[in-house]
């Protein structure tokens, strides 16, 4: 898949998010199956910050500077860093959004990018663009189906009606 059909997923993407997570009431977005998962508002919050912090910005790094290193990241440590519990859902949302649409331009704009620049990161070695834009979608769909998951699960559990008809999950 070629870098401008990625972008175009990456589109795509940000109406399937706006759809699944708009309107979603308080109750919903702060629950969680059990005590170590995240909620929907945290798994905003992260996608907020993963779109400035991590997928664009490290594209950008490997096509412009690919040998400087890279600013460190910590998504997991951000849920309570950050505290992600106390944002507003609705902004969050919101701001993750403004930020695909201003990947997606950044994407589409670039001219001959050099997709196989490669970094040298510490941890994973030999690192392409490419490789972080390929993942970035990736990133998309793993939590899409989370996304899905916890809706579900939360359908599940408030729902008087046995769900059995529909398939299994």
């Not at 941890?123 to 990736?138: E, I, Y």
Request: with cysteine; proline share 6%; aromatic share 14%.
């Amino acid at each position: 898949m070629n870098y401008l059909n990625i972008s175009l997923e990456l589109s795509h993407n940000k109406e399937v998010f706006r759809s699944l997570l708009h309107g979603v009431e308080k109750e919903q977005y702060l629950w969680r199956p059990s005590p170590e998962k995240w909620c929907l508002l945290e798994v905003v919050c992260h996608l907020y910050d993963e779109e400035c912090e991590d997928f664009r910005a490290r594209v950008q790094h490997v096509l412009l500077t690919p040998e400087d290193p890279m600013p460190p990241i910590d998504p997991q440590g951000w849920v309570v860093s950050r505290k992600y519990m106390e944002k507003d859902f609705d902004n969050e949302l919101h701001g993750f959004l403004v930020e695909r649409g201003r990947s997606v331009n950044f994407l589409t704009g670039l001219i001959a990018p050099m997709w196989y620049n490669t970094h040298i990161h510490p941890q994973l070695g030999s690192v392409t663009a490419s490789m972080f834009l390929s993942n970035w979608l990736a990133h998309d769909y793993l939590h899409i189906r989370q996304i899905n998951e916890l809706k579900y699960l939360y359908f599940q559990q408030k729902t008087e009606e046995p769900l059995t008809y529909a398939g299994s999950w």
